[in-house]
Antibody, heavy 121, light 106 residues
Framework: QVQLVESGGGLVKPGGSLRLSCAASGFTFSDYYMSWIRQAPGKGLEWVSYISSSGSTIYYADSVKGRFTISRDNAKNSLYLQMNSLRAEDTAVYYC??????????????WGQGTLVTVSS | SYVLTQPPSVSVAPGQTARITCGGNNIGSKSVHWYQQKPGQAPVLVVYDDSDRPSGIPERFSGSNSGNTATLTISRVEAGDEADYYCQVWDSSSAVFGGGTKLTVL
């Protein structure tokens, strides 16, 4: 079955860095666009970033542009999110999700179980 | 940036019909998707492309989209439907989520 498993979350100080990983299985990873979405404690969902199947097309939310970098390794069936210059407001559960549908009509299915990132001194 | 507006909460008795709205400027021209999130769990897609259901999602879940409002309709509501529901569209190379609606089954 299709499965996404995130890892790499934890406690980091403001200004610090963290790298999240998402291991994919049960589907041909290299055929699909992927995305990161986050959810601050007690809050709603916020889209973070999106990468095409080849990695040639990448989009970011304005809130993370210039600080976060999305990447993928299709040989390892893995998605990554490098997070630099972290701020308290980046504290959230980070989900990876497979992207489906046509460009400009995309949806997310399935989602991983999430990994918690806490930015605090 | 594009804004999606959902009511914070909707309450319904078991067996009745719940309707959760998602408002946006000319949202009828966009493709709307809906997710269900139960406490402590990851979101699950329940409706995509306005009104299509993924495999495994009960027929009780349906969607519509016209004008400035998209609607998720849950018929014959069950206790297990109690959850947060989020609408989502794609706009200007960004995914946009509504603020979420907490469905309470009385």
């Amino acid at each position: 079955q299709v499965q996404l498993v995130e890892s790499g979350g934890g406690l980091v100080k403001p200004g610090g860095s963290l790298r999240l990983s998402c291991a994919a299985s049960g589907f041909t990873f290299s055929d699909y666009y992927m995305s990161w979405i986050r959810q601050a404690p007690g809050k709603g969902l916020e889209w973070v970033s999106y990468i095409s199947s080849s990695g040639s097309t990448i989009y970011y939310a304005d809130s993370v542009k210039g600080r976060f970098t999305i990447s993928r390794d299709n040989a390892k069936n893995s998605l990554y999110l490098q997070m630099n210059s972290l701020r308290a407001e980046d504290t959230a559960v980070y989900y990876c999700a497979r992207v489906l549908g046509s460009p400009d009509e995309n949806w997310f299915d399935p989602w991983g179980q999430g990994t918690l990132v806490t930015v605090s001194s | 940036s594009y804004v999606l507006t959902q009511p914070p909460s909707v309450s319904v008795a078991p067996g009745q019909t719940a309707r959760i709205t998602c408002g946006g400027n000319n949202i009828g021209s966009k493709s709307v998707h809906w997710y269900q999130q139960k406490p402590g769990q990851a979101p699950v897609l329940v409706v995509y492309d306005d009104s299509d259901r993924p495999s495994g999602i009960p027929e009780r879940f349906s969607g519509s989209n016209s004008g400035n409002t998209a609607t998720l309709t849950i018929s014959r509501v069950e206790a297990g439907d109690e959850a947060d529901y989020y609408c989502q569209v794609w706009d200007s190379s960004s995914a946009v989520f509504g603020g979420g609606t907490k469905l309470t089954v009385l």
